[in-house]
């Protein structure tokens, strides 16, 4: 053990001179929470105070009323520089159909394959559809109908979703965030440890050394351990801060980061850094080169991602769920909704990750015995 903690502190030692490349490491799990509390904010800005939406309204003299009630949602002409690429065409017909109550038509003109108008279209039709069933209703008021006759079912909906659930949903996708920062803070740990010292040549000179094998690559996964944790932890506590500048009362849930899931993340996030270091070593390991390990990594690092996806979005199968990562980000999104967490599904993603960490790094120690490995043959 003496030996293994030796060589963790070299290895931390080691990484610590290269600032840059440890900063590196720890720039995603500075920005990444920051810049998802800025989009959040932005998106619940454009949500609840949207913008006014400036259109071309041709011949909107024929329908007042209608330009009327659009101007009231924040829909209209407005300045000719400012206008989107909306066209709102009344029809000659249109007033005489109105006072005949008869289908009055409006042509829509839009690009709906522009993706910058996608949300101004559907503002507008969501517009268009509520003076149209307005409009309906009086007509039959007019004639001494009830409007109530045309809804012949009335559908109570009891939400029993509470504000830390429905703030779950979004915390759903900070903890992919998280997840990804464990693989993400430790990797130029270690292909610096791995690949980086086989081109320096001093790995060579570090197995010539009287320690085991066994114990140098003990030691290299717990410093690549470290450092993800580490990454982690600084994501955990940036994101406890930043999202409470995040008004997320405006759309009426809440979002905590409280110690109990701070406690939980950490503990679930072990095994998990436990295998991405044992992974990133052992594909380092693998790779002749530097840019070589990091190529061979960025296409590696897709695996987890599309893992943490699935399980974040609800779009993996039962079975999935079940293995490394997914496992555990159902828990976690269990967790912050209120709901039992699945202890069994816990246990055996976990066990299931810390097998496959064992697995590489005995597959390691057998290849840092092998001339190809350590010379890059």
């Not at 690949?195 to 094998?213: I, K, Y």
């Not at 039962?318 to 976690?332: E, K, N, R, V, Y």
Request: aromatic residues 6%; contains cysteine; charged residues 20%.
């Amino acid at each position: 053990m003496s030996s293994i903690i030796t060589m963790v502190r070299k290895e931390l030692t080691d990484a610590a001179r290269d600032k840059r490349s440890v900063m590196a490491g720890l720039y995603y799990a500075i920005g990444a929470p920051l810049m998802m509390c800025g989009m959040f904010m932005i998106l619940i800005g454009q949500i609840t105070s949207p913008e006014a939406l400036n259109i071309t309204i041709t011949h909107g003299e024929r329908a007042p009323d209608l330009v009327k009630y659009l101007a009231s949602n924040e829909i209209s002409q407005g300045d000719e520089a400012d206008r989107k690429e909306i066209e709102l065409v009344i029809s000659p017909d249109y007033a005489a159909n109105m006072a005949k109550s008869q289908a009055a038509e409006i042509v829509l003109i839009a690009d709906n394959s522009n993706e910058k108008l996608q949300s101004s279209i559907r503002r507008l039709e969501k517009a268009l559809q509520e003076y149209s069933a307005e409009m309906g209703s009086l007509r039959l008021i007019a004639r001494g109908i009830d409007p109530k006759v045309m809804q012949p079912i009335k559908v109570k909906v009891e939400d029993q979703a509470t504000s830390d659930s429905k703030g779950g949903m979004i915390l759903g996708v900070a903890i992919f965030m998280m997840v990804y920062a464990v693989f993400i803070s430790g990797m130029n740990l270690a292909i610096d440890t791995s690949a980086g010292e086989r081109e320096r040549n001093s790995l060579a000179l570090l197995l010539s050394h009287p320690v085991s094998t066994r114990d140098i690559v003990l030691a290299k996964v717990a410093a690549v351990t470290i450092f993800a944790m580490l990454g982690l932890i600084l994501t955990l506590v940036i994101s406890k801060l930043a999202y409470g500048f995040v008004p997320w009362q405006e759309l009426g849930f809440s979002v905590n980061i409280n110690i109990d899931f701070i406690l939980l993340m950490l503990a679930i996030g072990l095994p998990i850094a436990l295998m991405a270091a044992a992974l990133q070593l052992f594909v380092s390991f693998m790779a002749k080169s530097f840019k070589e390990a990091q190529s061979y990594l960025t296409i590696v690092l897709i695996v987890p991602m599309m893992l943490s996806m699935a399980a974040s979005y609800n779009i993996a199968p039962d079975t999935l769920q079940w293995l490394p990562i997914s496992g555990q980000m159902q828990a976690l999104i269990a967790f912050i909704k209120g709901k039992e967490i699945p202890m069994m599904q816990l246990a055996l993603s976990s066990a299931i990750t810390f097998v496959i960490a064992l697995a590489l790094a005995f597959g390691m120690e057998r290849s840092l015995k092998s001339e190809k490995i350590v010379f890059g043959l």
